[in-house]
Nanobody, 124 residues
Framework: QLHVVESGGGLLQAGGSLRLSCAVSGRTFGSYVLGWFRQAPDKEREFVAAISWNGVSTDYADSVKGRFTISRDGAKNTVYLQMNSLKPEDTAVYYC?????????????????WGQGTQVTVSS
């Protein structure tokens, strides 16, 4: 059992930066993957980025490559999503999710543990 709690959302202008945090608790030993997803109004939940439990492997959606960076602090059991050069189309509720796995997963259906989400709004 894993528990994830996101924080760090907000309202900002295009071109700005924001860092989201995801605190993980529960069964934090062993292999698991942490992912960030987002969902805009009237759109499906989409993959943003993911990181392996040891931080060695990462993957990103094409739409955020070069702008977003996922990282982890093992000592704090926290994963971060640094978002730079934000665009209005990045506006969405951002979710952190966890899966017991040894490889990067991109499908939301592959993750069993979800946070409550945090709103990110980018104005033009």
């Amino acid at each position: 059992q894993l528990h994830v709690v996101e924080s760090g959302g907000g309202l900002l202008q295009a071109g700005g930066s924001l860092r989201l945090s995801c605190a993980v608790s529960g069964r934090t030993f062993g292999s698991y993957v942490l992912g960030w997803f987002r969902q805009a109004p009237d759109k499906e939940r989409e993959f943003v980025a993911a990181i392996s439990w040891n931080g060695v492997s990462t993957d990103y959606a094409d739409s955020v490559k070069g702008r977003f960076t996922i990282s982890r602090d093992g000592a704090k059991n926290t994963v971060y999503l640094q978002m730079n050069s934000l665009k209005p189309e990045d506006t969405a509720v951002y979710y952190c999710a966890a899966a017991i796995a040894t490889m990067i997963l991109k499908g939301p259906y592959e993750y069993s543990y979800w946070g409550q989400g945090t709103q990110v709004t980018v104005s033009s």
